[in-house]
């Protein structure tokens, strides 16, 4: 529709051409913006509706469209993914309390691009082993980042990811995948957060995805309660994500979803 021509792999997955970066780093930053403008209204009393409301309107504000309202019935703006909550948590009326550490993912679409990232978040007070998960689940993400470039395979991303995790006695979760995205939300391939290198789709230029690893305290297994949304911890041990979009470049990839304000690290000056 939007293409005359389309380029797939054969295993389906879509290239983009060399000017179409530029569509997805505008979606990205939006995105990003929005997340580093969420980091002050998370505080001990706060509602998840309240910093949900306030995401739907900074993305109605930037004249975008929120991804995920209407979405497979989904109604909001974000998903916001409370302490065992592994993913796709519903923004509601309960308060957060101190020490509580939340996901918030936003997925926006700018001019038919879609940018997806999430961040984690702490409500007052951190304790050390929510700063621990915290951190580990972020440079996870990077090592899985590290690993893309044409010539490498999913394989090695999801192999980054989980030995890292792994040699930090935390654990990966399975149920949940990243996505290839661009001007469509979600699209081959499922992007595993484990696995073998050498493994799966080999990388080449011009594909668009997203690395989202979910880090669980305790057993990776989860499970998704009655709303038939809010994916949970089997055994209730803690869980941290953190999302990119990026875009496989010649030698590496570029980071479409970055903090305009640097904002993305969790640095616990
Ligand atoms: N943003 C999520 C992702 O990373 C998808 C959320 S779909 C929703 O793929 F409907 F739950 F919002
Ligand atoms: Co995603
Ligand atoms: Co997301």
């Given at each position: 529709m939007d293409d005359t021509r389309t380029r797939l792999t054969k295993d389906g997955i879509?290239?983009?051409?060399?000017?179409?970066?530029?569509?997805?780093?505008?979606?990205?930053?939006?995105?990003?913006?929005?997340?580093?403008?969420?980091?002050?209204?998370?505080?001990?009393?706060?509602?998840?509706?309240?910093?949900?409301?306030?995401?739907?309107?900074?993305?109605?504000?930037?004249?975008?469209?929120?991804?995920?309202?209407?979405?497979?019935?989904?109604?909001?703006a974000t998903c916001i993914s409370v302490n065992h909550v592994v993913c796709h948590g519903i923004p509601g009326e309960k308060k957060l309390h101190d020490g509580d550490i939340l996901n918030v993912d936003v997925t926006v679409i700018v001019d038919g691009w879609f940018g997806d990232t999430s961040r984690m978040y702490v409500a007052g007070k951190r304790t050390r082993k929510a700063e621990r998960l915290i951190d580990v689940t972020h440079d996870a993400l990077f090592r899985g980042i590290e690993a893309v470039r044409p010539g490498n395979t999913f394989g090695d991303i999801g192999h980054a990811i989980q030995s890292?995790?792994?040699?930090?006695?935390?654990?990966?979760?399975?149920?949940?995948?990243?996505?290839?995205?661009?001007?469509?939300?979600?699209?081959?391939?499922?992007?595993?957060?484990?696995?073998?290198?050498?493994?799966?789709?080999?990388?080449?230029?011009g594909m668009f995805f997203t690395i989202e690893p979910m880090v669980n305290l305790g057993r990776p297994e989860t499970k998704v309660l009655a709303d038939d949304w809010t994916a949970v911890t089997r055994d209730k041990s803690l869980s941290a994500q953190f999302e990119h979009s990026i875009g496989v470049t010649a030698d590496g990839c570029e980071i479409f979803t970055l903090s305009p304000a640097g904002k993305f690290h969790p640095t616990w000056a």
């Open positions: 879509r290239l983009y051409d060399p000017a179409d970066f530029a569509g997805m780093h505008e979606a990205g930053r939006l995105a990003a913006e929005i997340l580093d403008r969420v980091a002050p209204l998370v505080e001990p009393g706060q509602t998840t509706a309240a910093i949900d409301k306030a995401v739907e309107d900074m993305v109605n504000a930037a004249g975008a469209t929120s991804a995920t309202i209407g979405y497979k019935g989904y109604q909001h890292f995790v792994e040699a930090q006695r935390m654990s990966v979760v399975r149920d949940f995948c990243g996505h290839g995205l661009g001007r469509v939300f979600h699209a081959p391939p499922n992007v595993l957060h484990y696995g073998r290198p050498g493994t799966g789709p080999v990388l080449e230029e």
